[in-house]
């Protein structure tokens, strides 16, 4: 199986849409309920989105035999601060390692930006990959709401030296 990790196109975006859709049906259904995933994965699919943050932001696919199978998302927010927006791998290629290598493209980016620390909200399914990481629960746990239903996360933090 051949995979390419690149930086994604206005052409990637409903593999981007697919890829985070299933992620989140296929993967994080294990960790939270029909209703939170239901609410979560219920969106419809904005080219017009997916291409804004593509143009504004860091975003980068895994492609594999032509078909992308997950997508990861950085975004500067100051000049001290990077934030990942997502990091969704499909079923199929979980487990080798290329979730880490999509955060190795954000922390190069954080070190080009000269930034101090990234956050982010991680999802009960990624919390334990982001402690791995390094990064540390900074609050209580959270939700954030989608189409009324609070989907459980954890604030978390990591410092750059």
Not at 25 to 49: P, Q
Not at 127 to 138: P, V
Not at 144 to 152: A, H, L, N, S, Y
Request: proline content about 2%.
């Amino acid at each position: 199986m051949s995979i390419i990790i690149r930086r994604a196109t206005a052409q990637d975006a409903l593999g981007i849409f697919t890829a985070h859709m299933r992620s989140i049906r296929e993967v994080c259904s294990m960790d939270y309920t029909s209703l939170e995933i239901t609410a979560w994965s219920g969106r419809n699919f904005r080219a017009d989105f997916i291409c804004q943050s593509i143009e504004r932001d860091f975003l980068w696919v895994i492609e594999s035999q032509g078909t992308i199978q997950g997508f990861g998302h950085f975004a500067v927010m100051s000049e001290f601060e990077g934030e990942v927006m997502g990091l969704y791998l499909t079923p199929d290629i979980l487990g080798k390692g290329l979730g880490k290598k999509l955060f190795l493209e954000f922390l190069n980016v954080a070190r080009k930006h000269h930034l101090k620390k990234i956050s982010l909200h991680a999802t009960k399914t990624a919390k334990s990959f982001y402690e791995a990481l390094g990064f540390l629960q900074i609050a209580s746990d959270t939700s954030i709401e989608m189409k009324g239903v609070p989907i459980p996360c954890f604030p978390m933090e990591l410092e750059l030296s």
